[in-house]
């Protein structure tokens, strides 16, 4: 099964940028679709971002025209560039790949990303 590795989180002001990105140990151009989630605090993991194979993307109504998702499917890496960071952006961030058939589903470990006001 893939590896998926998160990095780029950290502290920064809210207004700020921060860029993640998510290494996988494989292709990913064999997932159906790659995307960002995030859980805060005391809350449930929800769907930042997501990407298809095709290219096109989804993102929650909370960070769209603020985040942008991209993949590289040379580097088998995918990113989320993340500007106008607000305090509700805090949270742990989590990449995820999924395949329809056969049916798989990989996780990241997170990376923390806080933004103080």
């Known amino acids: 099964q893939v590896q998926l590795v998160e990095s780029g989180g950290g502290l920064v002001q809210a207004g700020g940028s921060l860029r993640l990105s998510c290494a996988a140990s494989?292709?990913?151009?064999?997932?159906?679709?790659m995307g960002w989630y995030r859980q805060a605090p005391g809350k449930q993991r929800e769907l930042v971002a997501l990407?298809?194979?095709?290219?096109?993307?989804n993102y929650a109504d909370s960070v769209k025209g603020r985040f942008t998702i991209s993949r590289d499917n040379a580097e088998n890496t995918v990113y989320l560039q993340m500007n106008s960071l607000k305090p509700e952006d805090t949270g742990v961030y989590y990449c995820?790949?999924?395949?329809?058939?056969?049916?798989?589903?990989?996780w990241g470990r997170g990376t923390q990303v806080i933004v103080w006001p």
């Open positions: 494989g292709s990913i151009f064999r997932f159906n679709a």
């Open positions: 995820n790949a999924n395949l329809i058939l056969p049916p798989e589903s990989a």
């Open positions: 990407i298809l194979n095709g290219g096109s993307t």
